[in-house]
């Protein structure tokens, strides 16, 4: 019987290219450059930063760190105004989503199974994002969209209405497992706490003890401490039943105003409350900052080397919150000025900052190396921020295959012995592991299975010299640039393939980057400094 079931699915233009397929995107190999990374405090650190295309990048992370990832952020570029004059706008958003797919396929894949993905949207593209994301992620594991609060006043010459909020799409993993942490109670909170009545169970809160869901059994009337009778108020009923509610008035857990004949209260203390609050989904300026906070943060560290569209610490620092723990791995594959790591790394997170740009040497460089420095900005103060720490810095290595003046694939000159390894495990996925007992374990992935490399010729007798060292439940994968006849049929557990023309077509070589659509925004090139500051714009 045909399946008539339709998906619920956005679509558009070329959604289902090809190119963008994450199995057809090359994943390289990361080059350290010693030069810009500072590790002086810490030789192995695992922060890092990479310079490049995000899509290459997060392709290249996989072997690695699939499923290692506790809290992804995001703030890709918002696709309004126009990137590409001659396109007309449904392709273009068109382009904005088929460049999108593959990024949050991959970081779906990175993502640990209690890990969470954090999402920054404009209005213009937020809706279509986020049935993008249903689709990527799952919609059960939709958690929230964040509204934050970005400017703080009216933007008059606004032609329609003055837009002051972002969007936050955030998704679980798995929505099942993946909890929140509780943010801390604030001063201000806790002063609502009084002990009027001197209990030793120390400072409360009364409130309400009725409730709308009606149940007659919950319906009585509560005698006060002066003797009077109070019921519920029309439609509405106690919380609990009169044998409980009167175990509670005997505890002294309920109030009835100073003069003792007011509707009773229930007493909440502070001692009892959960040590910190649930999230709610707005998020003002005053609690997590606006765009003006973030200029002036970049502004302290950069002067005039201004940066357009960074976001503010503190709202970067609620996100990591809420969503992991000191250690864990935090990710940003659009970095900007360096804003998620630098607050990664204050709060002891360790951190993946992945950033195309020029800002990725001028700026998360720069800002980085002063954080380590003990930079006092932004939520420096609120942490009590010394300085320490390390991170190390790449490039993306050129791609594996390049053709040569007689347009044959060949292998790039970029790729030694040792490099042509480590591309060999990334194009095999294997996380390249060299082992210290056996020289012809280079790679490893899912349980027993190991890839040798080599740029020898391959012999029988080496083959057949391996094949008895290998374990019993272990296989082999042998990747050489040529074997003596008869080498891959010595052992069933082990396989030959030839470099490079094992891998050819095992992804696109060759393709620089995938760039997203970024406009220029004409509207943030004509506002003058002094109408940011009275505006609250961007
Ligand atoms: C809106 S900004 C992020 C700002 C950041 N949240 C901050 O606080 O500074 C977006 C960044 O993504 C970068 N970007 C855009 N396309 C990229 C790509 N394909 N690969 C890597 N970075 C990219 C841009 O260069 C830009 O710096």
Redesign the pocket.
């Known amino acids: 019987m045909k399946d008539n079931k339709q998906k619920l699915e956005l679509t558009w233009i070329g959604k289902h290219s090809a190119e963008y397929n994450i199995a057809n995107i090359e994943p390289r190999i990361l080059q350290e450059n010693p030069e810009l990374s500072n590790c002086q405090n810490d030789e192995n650190t695992e922060n890092k930063i990479i310079h490049?295309?995000?899509?290459l990048?997060l392709k290249s992370l996989l072997p690695e760190f699939e499923g290692k990832v506790k809290c992804i952020?995001?703030?890709?570029?918002?696709n309004t105004g126009n990137a590409f004059e001659h396109y007309d706008d449904a392709v273009e958003h068109s382009i904005w989503l088929s460049?999108m797919k593959p990024?949050l396929e991959l970081l779906r894949l990175l993502l640990s199974e209690d890990g969470s993905i954090w999402i920054?949207i404009d209005d213009d593209e937020s809706h279509y994002l986020k049935v993008l994301c249903d689709e990527v992620f799952g919609r059960d594991n939709f958690v929230s969209n964040v509204i934050w609060q970005k400017k703080f006043s009216p933007q008059n010459d606004a032609k329609w209405l003055s837009d002051n909020h972002d969007h936050i799409l955030v998704y679980a993993k798995n929505k099942q497992i993946w909890r929140p942490n509780l943010l801390p109670r604030s001063d201000e909170m806790n002063l609502r706490y009084k002990n009027p009545d001197n209990d030793p169970r120390g400072l409360w809160v009364s409130s309400d003890m009725t409730v709308k869901t009606y149940s007659p059994a919950y319906d009585y009337p509560i005698q006060t401490l002066l003797g009077n009778l109070i019921k519920p108020t029309k439609g509405r009923c106690w919380f609990t039943s009169n044998e409980k509610m009167q175990a509670l008035i005997t505890d002294n857990r309920v109030w009835f105003g100073e003069s003792g004949k007011n509707t009773p209260r229930i007493k909440k203390f502070l001692s009892e409350v959960k040590d910190g609050i649930t999230s709610m989904t707005i998020w003002t300026y005053q609690e997590v900052g606006h765009n003006q906070d973030?200029k002036k943060e970049?502004k302290i560290l950069f002067g005039d080397d201004v940066?357009?569209?960074?976001?503010p610490e503190k709202l970067?620092q609620r996100i990591i919150h809420l969503a992991s723990n000191e250690n864990d791995l935090i990710l940003?594959?659009?970095?900007?000025?360096?804003?998620?790591a630098a607050v990664a790394h204050k709060m002891n997170r360790r951190y993946i900052g992945?950033?195309?740009?020029e800002?990725a040497y001028s700026?998360c460089k720069v800002r980085l190396d002063k954080v380590i420095a003990g930079e006092q900005g932004g939520i420096s103060k609120a942490l009590n921020w010394q300085g320490g720490g390390a991170y190390k810095f790449y490039e993306l290595a050129p791609s594996f295959i390049t053709k040569d003046e007689f347009g044959n694939s060949v292998i790039d000159a970029f790729y030694n012995d040792a490099k042509l390894i480590q591309a060999m495990c990334k194009l095999m996925n294997f996380k390249y592991q060299p082992s210290q007992e056996q020289y012809w374990k280079h790679g490893v992935s899912s349980g027993k299975n190991y890839l040798f490399v080599t740029t020898q010729i391959l012999t029988c007798a080496l083959v057949a010299q391996i094949a008895s060292h290998l374990g019993e439940n272990e296989t082999l994968i042998i990747c050489s640039k040529n074997f003596e006849s008869g080498a891959d049929k010595i052992d069933a557990r082990i396989s030959v393939k030839k470099i490079p023309q094992s891998v050819l077509k095992s992804c696109n070589f060759g393709k620089k980057?995938?760039?997203?659509p970024?406009k220029e925004s004409k509207a943030l090139e004509e506002l003058s400094e002094n109408e940011f500051e009275e505006s609250g714009d961007e």
């Open positions: 490049g295309d995000n899509l990048a952020y995001i703030d890709p570029p918002y460049l990024r920054s973030a970049i940066f357009e569209t960074p976001k970067i940003d594959s659009f970095l900007g000025s360096g804003t998620t992945i950033e195309m740009g800002h700026h980057e995938y760039l997203l970024i």
